[in-house]
């Protein structure tokens, strides 16, 4: 494939996309460490709470490929200020919130913008950089979302224990406001504008709205369930019916020679794109309940202060950030082994975590053992994201980075939705039962564990190394097609 040129200011622009990168998701999990906080100032149910969470991440997909496709036809620095507006507008509505169903609401609203601003990095980091300096370029900007989810409690706690007293958490929404403005100004004079080539965009509505209906008919009654099975859950079964009404939707698109919402061919032709796109998927459906549970289990458990509990959190956070651009620099080298030795690293550390942690609680080696088996954790986690969305992404042409590159963060943040929702379904149901707050803790990490372990199997389902497959997998006549018009 071709490559572009790459531009005499790609590192400056690098640094303020990893910026924007980093503000648009660390809203994914810094409300985390809050949610006990917000449940006192407004009461509400788990099932509110869920949605706190998952009403974000929810919105954040479904908004995601649409996004990089408006991205990659109107420029990407337009949507990219359009975004960072729009975020600083609904970040300001979640700090303000009158109620718990404004705060839903509002968090709904600041995902969609997430979902316009996000998805532009991709593209913009394809533009600008060209042959192995994209890879390392695409390994940092894995690091900043790895990181992002790590250090995102952290941060939250810090932010509460200095604003303190009632509504101390509303300001990890409001500080939003100054970073977004002054990223506005960073974009505005060092992002390049509309890229050559761009035009009317092509969009994909009705896949759009399939694909819409298909996660909310998975999501919706995991979400509403609190103490059992309803009725509702039954919607569950339509799921399937309206995911297999997609993939036909967007075939027939490929066939009128249009540019889908989900390129199936592109997913099916280029060497790693499906299996990094599984793989990402399941890591953050089991990441959402590791560092969620973990800071619910800190403070309504054991009775600690967001700031504490966000202290504790932090080693977790450390170890994560300093095994990314290791894990980076070793991709290289090792391909899609380096992913695999990453989670099962992060499963050593969280089982031991999960055994260790809740029968230490009440003793004097509670603390460090905590730091110790979060630590561990923490180089796991740190070593996931960045390699597998280098490897995902390193075959797709420039001029499909913002579409194919959303695609990619959209299969995470349908992860975060459904880890938020199903973990969080079943700490409630442990706690239910058990009335030990330990035992909800260890659950959710069992099964975020099996989460990690599906990850590592479909990993290994790649076998033998992407280049020795580019033979084997040439396109087809009708993915020629799509590429042109895509």
């Not at 507006?85 to 509505?93: E, I, L, N, P």
């Not at 504008?193 to 996660?215: C, F, H, M, Q």
């Not at 490897?391 to 499909?400: F, H, S």
Request: charged share 10%.
């Amino acid at each position: 494939m071709r490559d572009v040129s790459p531009h005499p200011d790609r590192w400056r622009i690098l640094a303020i996309t990893l910026c924007v990168t980093f503000m648009g998701l660390l809203d994914v999990t810094i409300v985390n460490i809050a949610l006990p906080a917000i449940d006192a100032d407004f009461g509400g149910s788990t099932s509110s709470l869920q949605w706190v969470v998952s009403g974000h991440a929810l919105a954040f997909g479904l908004i995601l490929v649409t996004g990089g496709r408006l991205g990659d036809a109107l420029g990407r620095r337009r949507m990219m200020l359009i975004g960072l507006v729009c975020f600083v507008a609904t970040s300001a509505a979640c700090g303000l919130a009158p109620s718990i169903g404004w705060l839903i609401a509002a968090r709904f609203a600041q995902g969609i913008s997430a979902g316009l601003l996000v998805p532009q990095n991709s593209g913009i980091i394809q533009n600008v950089f060209s042959g192995p300096e994209r890879g390392r370029a695409f390994g940092y900007m894995g690091m900043a979302v790895g990181i992002s989810g790590s250090i995102g409690p952290v941060l939250g706690g810090v932010i509460i224990g200095l604003a303190g007293g009632d509504g101390g958490w509303r300001w990890i929404f409001l500080v939003n406001i100054p970073i977004g403005l002054a990223l506005i100004a960073a974009v505005w004079r060092i992002i390049p504008g509309r890229e050559p080539g761009s035009g009317k965009p092509d969009l994909d509505l009705v896949g759009a709205a399939l694909l819409g209906l298909t996660v909310l008919a998975l999501l919706f009654p995991i979400s509403s369930v609190e103490h059992g099975f309803g009725p509702e859950f039954a919607i569950i079964a339509l799921a399937p019916i309206l995911g297999a009404f997609t993939v036909w939707w967007e075939r027939r698109i490929i066939r009128l020679g249009r540019a889908p919402l989900l390129n199936i061919p592109l997913l099916r032709a280029t060497p790693g794109y499906a299996t990094g796109m599984a793989v990402g998927l399941l890591y953050f459906c089991g990441f959402t309940g590791v560092l969620l549970i973990y800071s619910i289990y800190l403070q309504s458990g054991l009775g600690f202060t967001p700031l504490h509990a966000g202290l504790l959190i932090t080693p977790f956070a450390i170890s994560s950030a300093v095994a990314a651009p290791i894990a980076g620099r070793l991709v290289a080298r090792g391909g899609r082994m380096t992913t695999v030795a990453a989670l099962v690293l992060l499963i050593v550390g969280l089982a031991l975590a999960a055994t260790l942690i809740p029968l230490t609680e009440d003793t004097a080696l509670a603390i460090p053992t905590q730091i110790a088996t979060m630590m561990i954790a923490g180089f796991g986690a740190g070593g996931v994201v960045g390699p597998n969305m280098t490897m995902t992404l390193a075959n797709v042409p420039p001029r499909m980075g913002g579409a194919a590159g959303a695609a990619v963060q959209t299969a995470q943040r349908i992860g975060n939705a459904i880890g938020a929702a199903v973990l969080l379904l079943i700490h409630s149901q442990a706690l239910t039962l058990t009335h030990d707050a330990g035992t909800g803790l260890r659950a959710v990490w069992v099964a975020a564990i099996v989460f990690f372990i599906a990850a590592i199997a479909v990993a290994l389902s790649e076998g033998r190394p992407p280049s020795r497959r580019e033979h084997a997998n040439a396109p087809s006549e009708e993915e020629r097609r799509v590429r042109r018009h895509t």
